[in-house]
């Protein structure tokens, strides 16, 4: 009797780019993944459960041989954050899969919106995943992974390119469904070949071959997986230009599927007929092949991916999902209010009291405030598309964020107030005031300072009556002149707390003085100011020429503003006599949506604010601030009413509060809009009509601006998801020609549009109020009940706007003007700190000429690190001006020019401390320089 020989054990071909060269085969690429949303129709703890039983049943099954490739992490590292946090047991066993490339992370942490977030969080995001790989000893993935993203920014080809990623993976906001392989060309001209996935996206094998969306276990399928695995490979090949074919299995939240998986492993080793070796590889492998044949791309696409979808379901199902934009707006200002906070003050804060005081730079702190931002940066949770109970998780992170970023923000400014006040500390009868700049130019303005001052007894004034005594104090500069000032506000006594390093915390009597001063301030500098105490009475300020004019009416030496009766806003630019009407209309209309979609139905009615203008107020009333409230009601359906497919015939009063202001020669007006929301299922905005004879307006996105028609497609109307007049914005919109122009800069708020009719309005998204989440009969989260308050500023454009001008506006409105009070007796030199070297009373940071704009300043082991971008489509030449070291660093500093990994791409000069910087359009440049950082002092 013969023996029987063992059957031979089922393998994967082994796939090597030679083996693929040298062969007259083909290769159907088959990556193992699961596109993984951390938190969206369910919360992320939910998700998390789910998410360590599928990396259980993952490393299991590897263990045992049953999956012997790859598993692709989805392109983001935080899942194996996630997971080490339950089975923190798992670590090496994870660090050793990422090692061998069984499981393959990064570059991202999370997958992010790229529009809802500014470029330097994209940037952060991608450098934080890649880290955490490599803290476990693995290589980051080098696939810039955008599957699933709604829409792409115009700069990503640029961004992934700076960090070694060298193709991009692409499906949503591009109608390119038949082609695989395109040159994607961005905002500066950078070229990254790119995959289209197919008619259903990365779900494409999960849906066709495995039946990923068949619930029916037990009916047997019409045909087998091998024979509906080859008619997709084959349909996949015809629009695939090069010899790999991608089979990427990573459906959302997908378990793995042991049987598809053994059968496609079966075929896989079997002699199946077809001119094809079917591989298990890392998504690598497949960008490999692609970068092996560029020459065989012939498509380019250019600029921002952000089109509707254009084709019937049954060809292409991407969708753009534009609604997103303004969906629960309340988490895109908190996110906005974040991301300035740190680029703007904690890190740029950080860098200065490490540069000129030797303080210890917390770089940890704001990793950790980063990372609790950009895990509110996934698609589904900064979108506002989620289920309430995420969105309420999501102000958690985004409040340790803020107070992370906050405290690190104090703690230098206090650290450099001390050090300008100097080792004299502050005389008794007197407060210093240190005012912070947080633009790296000279901002001549006038200021808005709240000051805090002691509760100084009145001296003896003659028996005159309290309520018509003046100021207890006035201001002066480091010279002791008298600064010209306008008081704004002075408050009862509040108590004060102030912590100390060695002792217990106590508690003070304080009041806050509000003053609007003209000043200079130096670039990213400060300027050291003294309140004095009246030694005779309390002091009046001088009677000058106001603002107001009455009160309707605010002009200075650039800006007229009327009130008009229906609490609308007319405004004259006097340098060109154009006026412009009707601005502050407050538009109304149903939206039937979800927070994906913004829908208006078919039978749409629209509410605008007119002649119910209920009051004017007149907060602010000198010759340095002028400064209105107007109050308003606007009327609007109460809801839509879905069974009688209308707005309903009830209606409520939203009462609205307009506070404008104008200060001395400022060229802008500052609105701040109130509003509380009583009605259900509505989208409300703001506009303002311009009355521009052009056909495009522009707006910022991140490092980019863009150029954007007025005029919808013409055939949109024809489209699968018609295109949106709405589009998105990183803080500003402008729409001009060669005679008038205007440009709106927002606080926070993401969707505008300029209206396709004669008056070319601006229209500004205040708000979407909608019912219904993912998977639910509706919750009430994303209705916004209560108030709400928009801050955005208003100014006079040219045809094309002076993008770097608008960007500081926005900074000056996004991260405003800092002060610090020093106070007699309470806050004493060190605050038990050590004391760092004294400084110049009045001294600049770190100033950049030019229109490069600053992106990230901050410190980076024993360097300091700064981040630039051109947002002009024309060179950029300028100079860095280097902040001056705690003491003589031997050496001269010394600069290079990095990569976004961190890899020295050129030396720079540096001549007496100063660097000259050339930008090519649109080019975003890193510097590292070495010399300014010395030992620490001491901690923060």
């Avoid at 991608?126 to 490599?134: A, P, W, Y």
């Avoid at 996206?201 to 990923?212: M, S, T």
């Avoid at 989208?683 to 307006?697: F, S």
């Avoid at 045809?799 to 002060?819: F, G, I, Q, W, Y």
Wanted: charged share 25%; glycine share 6%.
């Amino acid at each position: 009797m013969g023996v029987k020989t063992p059957p031979k054990p089922i393998a994967w071909p082994t796939y090597t780019p030679q083996r693929l060269s040298s062969s007259a085969q083909k290769a159907a690429l088959y990556v193992l993944s699961s596109h993984w949303d951390r938190e969206w129709y369910q919360t992320f703890e939910t998700f998390r459960y789910r998410l360590v039983n599928l990396l259980d049943d993952v490393l299991a099954r590897q263990d045992s041989g049953e999956i012997d490739g790859p598993f692709y992490c989805d392109g983001q590292a935080i899942i194996l954050e996630d997971y080490l946090d339950i089975r923190p047991d798992e670590r090496q066993r994870i660090a050793a899969r990422l090692q061998n490339r069984q499981l393959v992370a990064g570059p991202w942490y999370v997958l992010p919106d790229e529009f809802l977030v500014s470029g330097e969080s994209l940037i952060r995001n991608i450098q934080i995943g890649r880290e955490l790989v490599e803290s476990l000893g693995g290589r980051p993935s080098d696939c810039g992974f955008l599957c699933d993203l709604f829409g792409s920014n115009a700069q990503m080809p640029q961004l992934l390119k700076a960090f070694g990623i060298e193709v991009a993976y692409v499906w949503r906001g591009t109608n390119h469904h038949d082609q695989r392989l395109l040159w994607w060309v961005g905002a500066d001209g950078t070229r990254i070949p790119s995959y289209r996935f197919g008619t259903n996206g990365y779900w494409g094998y999960a849906v066709n071959v495995r039946g990923h969306c068949d619930h029916e276990d037990h009916i047997e399928a019409e045909k087998t997986l091998p024979e509906r695995f080859w008619e997709y490979v084959e349909k996949e090949a015809a629009a695939t230009p090069i010899d790999a074919v991608l089979v990427f299995d990573g459906a959302d939240h997908a378990g793995f599927d042991p049987h598809a998986y053994s059968q496609l492993k079966a075929l896989a080793g079997s002699e199946h007929g077809h001119d094809y070796d079917i591989c298990h590889v890392e998504l690598d492998d497949h960008a490999a092949e692609i970068l092996r044949h560029t020459d065989r791309i012939t498509t380019e696409v250019h600029g921002e991916l952000y089109e509707s979808a254009k084709h019937p379901f049954d060809l292409d199902q991407q969708a753009l999902v534009g609604g997103t934009l303004a969906s629960r707006i309340h988490i895109k200002q908190f996110n906005a209010r974040c991301e300035w906070l740190l680029t703007r003050w904690a890190e740029p804060a950080a860098t200065l009291a490490t540069c000129r005081l030797g303080d210890r730079y917390p770089a940890d702190f704001l990793k950790r405030a980063w990372k609790h931002l950009i895990q509110n940066h996934p698609h589904d949770s900064i979108c506002g598309c989620s289920i309430d109970r995420v969105h309420e998780d999501m102000i958690y992170r985004f409040n340790q964020c803020e107070d992370l970023a906050e405290q690190v923000t104090q703690n230098a400014l206090r650290h450099l107030a001390e050090a300008a006040v100097g080792s004299p500390g502050v005389p008794e009868d007197e407060t210093r005031i240190v005012v912070f700049n947080p633009l790296p130019e000279t901002l001549s303005a006038v200021v808005d300072v709240d000051a805090l001052i002691p509760d100084w007894k009145q001296p003896p004034n003659g028996g005159q009556p309290a309520k018509e005594r003046g100021l207890p104090a006035t201001p002066h500069d480091e010279q002791g002149n008298p600064i010209p000032f306008q008081a704004r506000s002075l408050s009862p006594i509040t108590l004060q707390l102030e912590t100390h390093k060695h002792r217990a915390p106590r508690s003070y009597e304080a009041r806050t003085l509000g003053l609007s001063m003209p000043l200079e301030l130096p670039p990213l500098g400060w300027k050291t100011i003294s309140l004095r105490k009246a030694n005779v009475h309390w002091i009046r300020t001088p009677r000058s020429e106001s603002l107001v004019h009455d009160e309707r009416t605010l002009q200075n030496q650039h800006l007229t503003l009327n009130v008009q009766s229906d609490g609308t806003l007319s405004l004259t630019d006097r340098k060109t006599n154009a006026t412009y009407n009707r601005l502050l209309t407050l538009e109304d209309g149903a939206d039937v949506g979800d927070g994906w979609r913004y829908i208006a139905p078919a039978n749409d009615t629209v509410s605008y604010t007119g002649g119910n203008c209920t009051g004017i107020t007149v907060l602010d009333d000198g010759p340095h601030l002028g400064r209105i409230e107007i109050r308003c009601q606007l009327i609007v359906p109460a809801r839509y009413d879905r069974e009688t497919a209308e707005r309903s015939q009830r209606t409520v009063t939203i009462d609205v509060t307009h506070r404008v202001a104008l200060r001395a020669d400022a060229r802008h007006v500052e609105v701040e809009t109130t509003i509380n929301n009583t009605a259900e299922d509505h989208r409300l905005r703001v506009l303002c009509p311009v009355e521009a004879r052009t056909d495009h307006y522009w707006t910022d996105a991140p490092f980019d601006t863009a150029r954007r028609p007025i005029a919808l497609k013409p055939d949109q109307h024809t489209w699968r998801e018609p295109e949106l007049e709405t589009k998105p914005q990183q803080a500003w919109t402008a729409v001009a020609d060669a005679n008038r122009g205007l440009a709106l800069v927002a606080e926070g708020l993401r969707e505008t549009a300029v209206l396709d009719r004669p008056d070319r309005a601006i229209a500004l998204t205040l708000l979407r109020a909608t019912q219904k989440t993912a998977f639910t009969s509706g919750e009430p989260g994303g209705q916004l009940p209560g108030e709400h308050t928009f801050r955005y500023w208003i100014t006079p454009a040219e045809e094309k706007p002076d993008a770097a001008e608008l960007h500081n506006l926005a900074t000056l409105l996004n991260a405003r003007v800092r002060s610090v009070s020093l106070l007699p007796g309470i806050h004493a030199r060190g605050s038990g700190y050590p004391v760092g070297p004294d400084t110049s009373p009045t001294a600049p940071g770190i100033a950049i000429t030019g229109p490069a704009r600053l992106s990230a300043l901050q410190v980076r082991g024993d360097e300091l690190e700064i981040r630039l971008f051109n947002p002009l489509d024309t060179p950029a030449s300028g100079t860095i001006q280097l902040p001056e070291p705690q003491k003589n660093p031997g050496q001269p500093p010394a600069a290079r020019s990095v990569s976004l990994t961190g890899t020295t791409l050129e030396p720079i000069d540096v001549e007496q401390g100063r660097i000259a910087i050339e930008l090519s359009p649109k080019q975003i440049i890193t510097l590292r320089v070495t010399g300014l950082i010395q030992n620490p002092v001491h901690s923060n």
